[in-house]
């Protein structure tokens, strides 16, 4: 019999889909990919059709039709259509780190964590049906994103009068299969959060701290250590955040100056889904259970 039993899994999913935070999510989380999607397409509009008072002072209007003339050659299409299949990231990942959390701390605020270690004394496979069950909301997330996103990108590359075939490119497909990958490892980001905090308020907390708190503290040192060094290669390490960690992996080209290439940007994400799952996993399995 296998580790995780099919019963385990179901199990997990029915505790999510039975309480009122699962439509809330579900549903906050569509209103948030269509706005995402809408956004986007008016700021890549503003790309192609730029006015001066888009850009900082001092720009000149040559520097922004140079810009916005690139956008309109094959490579500007395929960057145009990589932006739109990848919509609203920030946003979306973040209320995917968060069901995370609550898939591994809803049990500790209701209290039935001792009626599930009761049921199935073995804690090994409940943590791993709690994986399996964060990484497929991952999954459903990336899947509604995809979906809204399929719909609009064709409709802005034609009505932009961009070529269509961008859809197809292989720099697309990558960044999309990408972002599914993302967001399946911040769902563990945040069953990892969860599992070691258990107290739902603090874990969310926690959970945006990282996530955006964690971003603001990397960059500070970062440009610390540059002022300090002068060294190029230090501006790099700016992927250590976790946030541009998701960013540089589903980019078609930099996400930033000197940004290292999409796949170290996929190592470092995967790197600390790992890592706090199997930290969760393990404080889950070694903690007493009132």
Known sequence: MSVVRARLVAAEILKIRTTRAWGLFLGGFTVAAILAAAFNWGSNNNLLHPTLSDYPVGTSRNAVLAQAALARTAAGAVSRATSMMTSGQFLLALITLIIGVHIATSEYSTGTVTSTFLIESRRVPVVAAKVIVSGLFGVVFWAIATVLDGVTTPLFLAAEHLPTSAFGSSLVVRATAMELLAFVLWALLGLGIGAVLRSQVVAVVAAIAVYAGGFIVVE?????????????????????????????????????????????????????????????AASVSRSDVA
Do not use: E
């Open 220 to 280: 500070l040192i970062i440009h610390l250590l540059y002022d300090a060094f002068g060294a190029s290669w230090l501006l790099s390490l700016a992927v250590l955040a976790p946030v541009q960690a998701s960013s540089v992996m589903i980019t078609a080209g930099r996400a930033f100056p000197d940004a290292p290439p999409w796949w170290v940007g996929g190592l470092v994400l995967a790197g600390y889904g790992v890592a706090l799952a199997a930290l969760g």
